[in-house]
């Protein structure tokens, strides 16, 4: 019964994350694309957002090797600034301690948009017990692809726990229950601040699954 989570805006943010982004692109590109290139992007993964950046600039997909050299100059990018000091993350205390109490009792996933290798740095800044295991962004899987990825071969229920509408949008294509954390993703789902107490997270994912403790 995998309980998935996301990660960036739901277990804690890295502020300057697309800043990192764009600049890792344009050390391997020669020129970053822009805020307004970055907007125009539909995909809510590495793969897919770096895909249609080049794809927009060389007018043809990303392929593997290329996909490659983005993850370790992104990766190479956030070791520079957060191991530096230059820059803390932000995690949701009360949301990573609820996450970790919830693993202790069941199967428990990270299932993000970043790409696998930056996955795992930022899992590891945010202090997440090596023991849950991650899915970051694979080619050829959208968001939802991931999850049920995730959750191959397990029986439910499961849930998807996140704070942005692609992770609603992801969590509804696949008929799973969702709990919001934060304020943008509207719906008649439980939602719950980033604030939020451990003891209420668990409860409110308990609910969401039909589980009496």
């Known amino acids: 019964m995998p309980i998935c989570f996301d990660l960036d805006g739901t277990l804690g943010h890295f502020s300057s994350g697309f800043v990192l982004l764009r600049e890792a692109l344009g050390e391997v590109w020669g020129q970053m694309p822009t805020v307004e290139e970055l907007g125009l992007c539909r995909g809510?993964?590495?793969?897919?957002?770096?895909?249609?950046?080049?794809?927009r600039r060389f007018g043809r997909s990303l392929d593997e090797t290329g996909y490659a050299t983005y993850e370790t100059a992104c990766v190479a990018r956030f070791r520079q600034v957060f191991t530096s000091g230059a820059q803390e993350p932000v995690g949701y205390r009360g949301i990573l301690e609820g996450m970790h109490r919830l693993a202790a009792l069941r199967q428990v996933w990270i299932v993000s948009g970043n790409a696998p290798e930056l996955l795992a740095f930022k899992a590891e800044l945010l202090g997440i017990d090596p023991a849950i295991p991650r899915l970051g962004s694979l080619p050829h899987h959208a968001r939802k692809d991931l999850l049920k990825r995730a959750l191959s071969g397990c029986p439910g229920p499961h849930l998807?726990?996140?704070?942005?509408?692609?992770?609603?949008?992801?969590?509804?294509?696949?008929?799973?229950?969702?709990?919001?954390?934060?304020?943008a993703v509207p719906g008649d789902h439980k939602s719950?601040?980033?604030?939020?107490?451990?003891?209420?997270?668990?409860?409110?994912?308990?609910?969401?699954?039909?589980i009496v403790s």
């Open 192 to 210: 719950l601040p980033s604030d939020t107490g451990a003891e209420h997270l668990v409860a409110a994912v308990e609910a969401a699954l039909g």
């Open 44 to 55: 809510s993964t590495d793969r897919e957002i770096v895909d249609e950046l080049h794809q």
């Open 160 to 183: 998807y726990v996140g704070d942005r509408p692609h992770d609603l949008a992801a969590a509804q294509a696949l008929g799973l229950p969702f709990v919001g954390i934060g304020g």
